[in-house]
């Protein structure tokens, strides 16, 4: 096809980077992305590999030949849900990548198809080997060619559509995927509306029909598709289906969102109804809530009869404060009466600078760069119709100063001028501006006479429409309270555009009027040390810069918090830095230290703070409060509907509540988090209005939950379910956990820190016996991921619990679970201490299973401590114990502890005898990791007696099984093997290579590996 580039094309990559140095030819390769993700290599077809990997390739691939860094690669896979070895798997992942995409060159080369260069990797791929390229250019010549030759363009748009084999990247997770998955059905869509108003206008309605069906069942709302359906069936005979059609979209607009469809939607109906013949509507006529704008959005509905005279019914007189209604229920204006025309405004009159009412700019503007150059591009982009964008976050984030910084640096690119209001949507002491205020305003800027204007504010809203459709303006609405507010406030010229400020975030405004969201959360720790430089000054901030970064830190990226240290810092000339850092940290409380003792005015935080809460709901409010209580920092939609006492539907509903007003923001798949200030005030607003009979039950009730729901997550992990050793009860608000191994993972691993926290507060709140079960139900996380820190500090509140509950159970728990942290930290003397005296604990009551948990690590330190025999006698001991208890996991642990110990010994014969016996066992628990382990093991000794048929067949079973686990540590470790295996056959080339993938991986999980791979190919 004419999108296929040659394959000597493949030599540079779309941003130019090319080889520096000559090599065999790169292999040629082919990316399919419009369904499934697929990989064609030199012309044959590949696996695209396990899921991530495949996400990793997702974000190579876009674009073509720019250069990737690595933590911009682990945001496209994990977001923010990383894992604990997020580095190493991204390096087994790229070295997987590059043995598939570029066999014949080496890893970690630089002039490979995927190439490590300074910054991060490139993927060397002409963009024309993408399908969706393909696509695109098909797209982009059909429609040049629909004016001069439709046929063709039709013939065109079919073969662009008929490249997509389903959903695009369909099965490829991650963050990234999932925009790009929005973004080619996007594009997908377009061209479907295109290709049916070409094929509409060839009076191919037939054709229209079939397309646009499955588009209006999989997009309900989406308005141009009705559009184009309508005509199509008019078109067709079928005029009373293309009205049925309008009366569902219409019944359920009202339903889901309390809105009708647009107004050319509702005049095709109009037209339907009259008997006329339907025209094809052109691009851009209906579209969809949410969709971009498109020409004339902003007040579509019928205006006055002649510019600049509304007309209204005059019964209906309205104080000039009366709040409108939206625009587009406004009735249709009447013809003017004689004289109408005095209303408009005298030529020239309210232009450019005559009606710039910006206030002045903040005198002190730092960061936000990002956020400045994204509202230039919204705000300023070619367009036929006008521009709207909303500036949305939670109170002192610095939306109004990011607005007017905005405003005043672009003013000249509206020559019309700005028209500027305070709509007052949170003022402390002040209600909300109503829009026919605003209007009244607006109205005398443009040039309207006071006597002429309109009393209701309906028809204000239609005179401003008028008044605004040949200009090029900006108008900012800044502290907006509600949609509804800002509707009328919008002009319809496409020279127009208005930027939005709100602590809310008016869905409807972005669904409906296709407005662009920017969510403008805290600074980064540079931008806010920037802000205090600027209010401080830099001589007071330079000489002491370590007081100056704990102090902004203190502010958590809250702009007005780092404002008001600041103008302490200032007030305070004589007191250095470090000074009135201690005197912050001694005050305690944040919140009295960042109050800038003016508590009616906008510049106190619980005073703005408070002001958004007021706005809530009283469930919201109420939530608000209890909330504060969570101690953690990811509060889980089922922590909530504990803490509130509500079903899980109704805490979503009120958490979106308190999201969409910015008290809150997502943080995940059902995980929200307050800003550290405004989760300070909602605990303080806590305590101080509710009763201690309150606080002890939504503490209790939260505790309740946490121990059921880890010790559910953990018995998806562990070897034996956690919740047979430490039963607990479900709760209203156990429902809907994760309910496989990945889902449990993903969950520990997002809440760790939240579930230690809640164990910290289980022992201030004197709940023992919880706060030391809720660290042994950990166990099992923390041993697989060994988050080192974190165990300890779990460990540690556990063990002061059980001693506070005298529970001699909870204290052979936590020592066991101790032992296990301080074996693997290498601190042998601790770790034998504790798991000495917690088996005999559990040799005294009988609990055989928690024996075997105990006398294998046990076995491990003796190990490591060169004492195989005792090792031995501590494996045996163990796979003893679990025998008598039942149990498989634990007998497979105790063999190939065993197998390895009798290796170390010099016994290989028994050391095989017992892998193989810990092999059987380990299928039979179906723990394919453990399944791994007696592979590699076993592995290593059959390459010890010189099998090495049988030592590579162990040894390659092992690797894939733990590439397919993810576990890129042991995979590292299995290379190493490899590598040896091959230097035993004189190998050395493959040697060579598996030492540098283990090196490679051990570098990027900062394990010490790499040092005896460094050790290897040097020998080698």
């Known amino acids: 096809m004419a999108y296929q580039l040659r394959d000597a094309q493949a030599a540079t990559g779309a941003s130019g980077i090319a080889a520096t140095t000559a090599h065999a030819p790169a292999a040629v390769v082919r990316i399919g992305v419009l369904g499934s993700l697929t990989v064609e290599v030199d012309g044959v077809r590949h696996s695209s590999g396990p899921p991530l990997r495949q996400a990793v390739l997702v974000r190579l691939a876009s674009p073509c030949g ?91 748009f079919r073969a662009a559509l008929d490249l997509w084999r389903g959903t695009p990247l369909q099965g490829v997770p991650g963050p990234f995927a999932q925009a790009e998955r929005e973004r080619l059905t996007a594009l997908r869509l377009s061209a479907v509306e295109d290709y049916a108003r070409l094929m509409t206008g060839l009076d191919r309605t037939d054709i229209v029909v079939q397309e ?108 000039p404060g009366d709040r409108a209604a939206p625009h587009r229920s406004a009735a249709p ?170 602590r809310r975030r008016l869905d409807t405004l972005v669904v409906r009027n296709g407005a662009h969201a920017l969510f403008l959360g805290p600074m980064s720790h540079e931008g806010a040390r920037e802000l205090l430089d600027a209010c401080a000054g830099v001589g007071r901030t330079r000489p002491e ?134 989760g300070e005030f909602a605990r303080e607003e806590a305590e101080a209005l509710l009763t201690d009979e309150e606080l002890a039950g939504a503490r209790l009730r939260l505790l309740r939950w946490t121990l059921h729901a880890v010790g559910e997550a953990s018995a998806l992990i562990a070897p034996r379910p956690v919740r047979d050793l430490l039963p607990a009860q479900p709760t209203p608000w156990s429902a809907g956990g994760p309910t496989d191994r990945r889902g449990a993972v993903r969950w520990l691993a997002a809440h760790q820190h939240s579930l230690v926290a809640i164990s910290e507060l289980a022992l201030n709140c004197g709940q023992y016996d919880l706060a030391w079960r809720i660290p042994v139900a950990l166990t099992s996380w923390f041993y697989l991921h060994k988050n080192w820190s974190l165990w300890l500090r779990s460990l540690r509140v556990g063990a002061s619990a059980a001693r506070r509950a005298q529970s001699r159970e909870g204290q052979a728990q936590i020592r066991a679970a101790s032992g296990l942290a301080h074996l693997y930290l290498r601190h042998y003397r601790r770790a034998r201490k504790q798991l000495v005296r917690a088996a005999a604990e559990f040799q005294r009551t009988g609990e055989d299973w928690q024996l075997g948990t105990v006398l294998v690590p046990l076995g491990d330190l003796y190990l490591r401590t060169g004492r195989p025999a005792q090792a031995a006698h501590a494996y045996e001991t163990a796979r003893r114990a679990y025998q008598r208890a039942d149990d498989h996991w634990g007998t497979a642990w105790a063999l190939s502890a065993l197998g ?99 090196q490679e991986v051990f570098e990027g999980l900062g394990a010490p590996g790499g040092a005896e791979c460094s050790r290897l190919l040097s020998a080698c």
Not at 228 to 253: P, V
Not at 565 to 588: D, F, K, Q, Y
Request: hydrophobic fraction near 40%; glycine fraction near 10%; charged fraction near 20%.
């Open 212 to 319: 646009l069906t499955q588009v209006i069942r999989d997009h309900p709302l989406r308005e141009s598709a009705h559009a184009l359906m309508m005509t199509a069936l008019e078109r067709g005979g079928q005029r009373d289906e293309a009205m049925r059609l309008y009366e569902r979209l219409d019944r359920r607009l009202r339903a889901e969102l309390a809105v009708r469809p647009g107004a050319r939607l509702r005049e095709l109906y109009r037209q339907l109804r009259e008997g006329s013949a339907l025209r094809v509507p052109g691009p851009g006529g209906a579209r969809a809530p949410g969709a971009p704008a498109a020409p004339a959005a902003f007040g579509a509905q019928a205006g006055p009869a002649a510019p600049g005279v509304p007309t209204s019914p005059a019964a209906v007189p309205a104080a």
């Open 545 to 678: 810069p370590t007081a100056a970064d704990e102090l902004v830190r203190y502010c958590a990226g809250l702009p007005l918090a780092v404002a008001v240290i600041g103008n302490r810092v200032v007030s305070s000339p004589g007191m250095p830095l470090s000074a009135l850092l201690e005197r912050v940290r001694a005050g305690g409380n944040r919140l009295d230290v960042l109050s800038s003792g003016l508590p009616d005015t906008g510049v106190d935080l619980r005073t703005v703070f408070r002001a958004s809460v007021e706005e809530l709901s009283p469930r919201a409010r109420e939530a608000f409060r209890l909330l504060g209580l969570f101690p953690g920092t990811h509060i889980d939609l089922r922590a909530a509907g504990a803490l509130l006492n509500r079903s899980a539907r109704e805490s979503a509903a009120i958490l979106a509540e308190l999201t969409a007003n910015t008290l809150l923001t997502e943080a995940g798949p059902d995980r929200y988090r307050f800003h550290d200030l405004l």
């Open 333 to 502: 204006a009447a013809s003017p009466p004689p004289g109408a025309a005095a209303h408009a405004p005298a030529a020239g009159s309210g232009h450019g600078a005559d009606m710039r009412q910006l206030p002045p700019r903040a005198g002190r503007f730092v960061g936000r760069e990002r956020e400045l150059a994204r509202l230039g591009e919204v705000l300023t982009a070619a367009g036929e119709g006008p521009r709207l964008c909303l500036v949305t976050g939670s109170a002192g984030t610095g939306k109004t100063t990011l607005a007017m910084e905005w405003a005043h640096r672009s003013i000249e690119k509206f020559p019309d001028g700005c028209l500027h209001v305070e709509l007052r949507g949170f003022h402390p002491g002040a209600p909300p501006l109503s829009a026919g205020e605003a209007l009244y305003d607006f109205l005398v800027a443009l040039g309207v006479a006071p006597d002429r204007i309109p009393l209701t504010g309906t028809a204000r809203s239609a005179l401003f429409r008028s008044l605004t459709k040949d200009r090029r303006l900006l108008v900012l609405l800044d502290d907006a309270h509600s949609t509804e507010q800002v509707l009328p406030l919008l002009p319809t010229g496409a020279g127009c555009a208005t930027l939005v400020t709100s």
């Open 66 to 156: 720019s250069v990737v860094s690595k933590e911009q690669l682990m945001d496209a896979v994990w977001g923010e849900e990383l894992p604990g070895n997020a580095s190493g798997n991204l390096h087994t992942y790229i070295a997987a990548l590059r043995k598939q995409l570029d066999p014949g060159h080496k890893q970690r080369a630089t002039d490979g198809v995927l190439a490590t260069v300074a910054g991060g990797y490139c993927l060397r791929l002409p963009p024309a080997h993408l399908d969706s390229t393909g696509f695109l250019d098909l797209c982009a010549l059909a429609r040049s060619l629909r004016d001069g030759d439709p046929d063709a363009a039709a013939r065109q």
């Open 900 to 998: 390895r110990a009798l290796m170390a010994a010099g016994d290989p014969g028994r050391a095989t005898n017992a892998l193989q016996r810990a092999m059987g066992h380990w299928h039979k628990s179906g723990y394919p990791r453990g399944e791994a382990d007696a592979m590699m093991h076993l592995g290593q000794v059959y390459l010890t007696r010189g099998s090495v048929r049988d030592a590579e067949r162990y040894l390659h079973r092992a690797d894939a099984l733990y590439q397919s686990l993810g576990d890129g540590y042991r995979h590292a470790q299995a290379l190493v093997w490899i590598g040896r295996l091959r230097a035993a056959t004189d190998d050395r080339a493959g040697a060579r290579e598996a030492w540098r993938c283990a």
